[in-house]
């Protein structure tokens, strides 16, 4: 099975940016849609982004939209996240999470795997 270990917060001024990266080893790497999730203090787990297996195809929670990116680097067993304009909302641990389902990868239940998360703040 996968192991996932995400890399790359930190604190930074609002309109700052930051890349997270999220290594996977111990599976195939190709075979997983690959997403972001995030918790804030007090908070459940929200979708950020996610990017298919096959396709490469993304999708975005509104709120990051045009402002995140995420990509993957099969190479590398890498995904990241591109955050730009960051703002004190987007404060939160963010947490790579790995999927062998074909659809529903909005929701938290469709993982099966999980890294240990990295903390961002954002200040304003």
């Known amino acids: 099975q996968v192991q996932l270990v995400e890399s790359g917060g930190g604190l930074v001024q609002a309109g700052g940016s930051l890349r997270l990266a999220c290594a996977a080893s111990g599976g195939t790497f190709s075979t997983y849609t690959m997403g972001w999730f995030r918790q804030a203090p007090e908070k459940e787990r929200e979708f950020v982004a996610t990017?298919?297996?096959?396709?490469?195809?993304?999708y975005y929670e509104d709120s990051v939209k045009g402002r995140f990116t995420i990509s993957r680097d099969t190479a590398k067993n890498t995904v990241y996240l591109q955050m730009n304009s960051l703002k004190p909302e987007d404060t939160a641990v963010y947490y790579c999470?790995?999927?062998?389902?074909?659809?529903?990868?909005?929701?938290?239940?469709?993982?099966?795997?999980w890294g240990q998360g990295t903390q961002v703040t954002v200040s304003s």
């Open positions: 999470a790995a999927s062998l389902r074909t659809s529903g990868w909005s929701s938290r239940y469709a993982y099966g795997y």
């Open positions: 990017i298919t297996r096959s396709s490469g195809s993304t």
